[in-house]
């Protein structure tokens, strides 16, 4: 008589699926990576290192711009990491950038945390709008400034600041505290527009508009290596009035640039359709239930009756 099997019915781990588990965890692990420096860049504005406190929020963003690349590098998107990035986005470029502007501009004032507050609410309002209009869906235009880009534009106004160019030149004499208000309540404005700005621009030769996107991602490269502390901050502003000048000239034109719509319709298919919708694998197996199930034999079919 054999001993008893005391591993029958234990459910072992299927090594492919533990290997999908792990590689699913990587596009989230960048985007909590994310939310531990929006956290970090809080904190260290509220001790007054405004340096670090933007160094934390560039980490961010670079963590931000990297999550949805590696999960669609490895086909794990999902509904879940979209609406988890949108979280950390709101704190890391929303809440973190206003407060990093409380400490180390404002006066602090009886009414300036409402500038704060006006601020993140239109990132909230702008990443709840993205999640219904272009989460997982082929993009080359963003409808409204992205959260991301406002927040760096705020995180890095602190290193243009202490440059040669901003305090050896006539900027450092315009009243800053005034021009950043204004900025501020511009990019709350702008992030919750119908503005277009172009995603990241298609590198290569064949086309014109591959051409200047490759001299873009060029230019942007050796800005940040060579440039540093004095690209950041001007470069991100003359991307937010770009999306400005140009939808001002087009509607001027009474014409829209291509590709580009003010909502996505919610026909228009997702990139993995499946990933985005937790009852898509389950309506598929179905379908393959009933495809491979035997008909009916003829003369087998139950009365109405016995139904």
Same mark, same amino acid.
């Given at each position: 008589? /054999?001993?008893?099997?005391?591993?029958?019915? =234990?459910?072992?781990?299927? +090594?492919?699926?533990? %290997?999908?588990?792990?590689?699913?965890?990587?596009?989230?692990?960048?985007?909590?990576?994310?939310?531990?420096?929006?956290?970090?860049?809080?904190? %260290?504005? %509220?001790?007054?290192?405004?340096?670090?406190?933007?160094?934390?929020?560039?980490? $961010?963003?670079?963590?931000?711009?990297?999550?949805?690349?590696?999960?669609?590098?490895?086909?794990?998107? %999902?509904?879940? $990491?979209?609406?988890?990035?949108?979280?950390?986005?709101?704190?890391?470029?929303?809440?973190?950038?206003?407060?990093?502007?409380?400490?180390? =501009?404002?006066?602090?004032?009886?009414?300036?945390?409402?500038?704060?507050?006006?601020?993140?609410?239109?990132?909230?309002?702008?990443?709840?709008?993205?999640?219904?209009?272009?989460?997982?869906?082929?993009?080359?235009?963003?409808? $409204?400034?992205?959260?991301?880009?406002?927040?760096?534009?705020?995180?890095?106004?602190?290193?243009?600041?202490?440059? +040669?160019?901003?305090?050896?030149?006539?900027?450092?004499?315009?009243?800053?505290?005034?021009?950043?208000?204004?900025?501020?309540?511009?990019?709350?404005?702008?992030?919750?527009?119908?503005?277009?700005?172009?995603?990241? +621009?298609?590198? $290569?030769?064949?086309?014109?508009? #591959?051409?200047?996107?490759? /001299?873009?991602?060029?230019?942007?490269?050796?800005?940040?290596?060579?440039?540093?502390?004095?690209?950041?901050?001007?470069?991100?502003?003359?991307?937010?009035?770009?999306?400005?000048?140009?939808?001002?000239?087009?509607?001027?034109?009474?014409?829209?640039?291509?590709?580009?719509?003010?909502?996505?319709?919610?026909?228009?298919?997702?990139?993995?359709?499946?990933?985005?919708?937790? #009852?898509?694998?389950?309506?598929?197996?179905?379908?393959?239930?009933?495809?491979?199930?035997?008909?009916?034999?003829?003369?087998?079919?139950?009365?109405?009756?016995?139904?």
């Amino acid at each position: 008589m /054999l001993p008893p099997d005391h591993t029958r019915g =234990v459910v072992r781990d299927d +090594p492919d699926r533990v %290997s999908r588990r792990s590689i699913v965890v990587l596009p989230n692990g960048f985007t909590l990576f994310n939310l531990l420096c929006g956290m970090f860049a809080i904190v %260290s504005a %509220s001790r007054g290192d405004f340096n670090l406190a933007a160094f934390a929020i560039v980490s $961010g963003g670079v963590a931000d711009a990297l999550d949805g690349r590696v999960a669609r590098a490895t086909g794990t998107g %999902s509904r879940f $990491g979209s609406e988890l990035d949108s979280l950390v986005d709101a704190i890391s470029f929303g809440l973190a950038p206003a407060l990093i502007m409380y400490f180390a =501009v404002f006066n602090k004032g009886r009414w300036d945390w409402l500038f704060c507050f006006f601020f993140t609410a239109c990132a909230v309002i702008r990443l709840a709008r993205f999640n219904v209009e272009q989460a997982g869906r082929a993009k080359k235009y963003f409808h $409204g400034l992205p959260s991301p880009a406002a927040g760096l534009t705020l995180a890095t106004y602190y290193w243009f600041s202490q440059t +040669p160019l901003y305090n050896e030149t006539v900027l450092g004499d315009l009243n800053w505290t005034v021009a950043l208000t204004v900025l501020m309540a511009l990019l709350a404005f702008v992030m919750i527009s119908n503005v277009s700005y172009p995603a990241i +621009p298609t590198v $290569g030769f064949r086309k014109v508009s #591959e051409i200047l996107g490759t /001299l873009v991602v060029a230019a942007t490269v050796l800005g940040v290596f060579f440039l540093r502390k004095e690209f950041y901050f001007p470069a991100l502003v003359l991307y937010v009035l770009y999306g400005l000048a140009k939808t001002v000239l087009f509607g001027l034109m009474g014409r829209r640039p291509r590709y580009d719509a003010p909502v996505i319709s919610d026909d228009e298919p997702l990139l993995d359709s499946a990933a985005y919708d937790i #009852e898509g694998p389950r309506r598929s197996r179905r379908r393959r239930k009933r495809r491979h199930r035997p008909a009916t034999p003829p003369g087998d079919e139950p009365a109405p009756g016995e139904l």
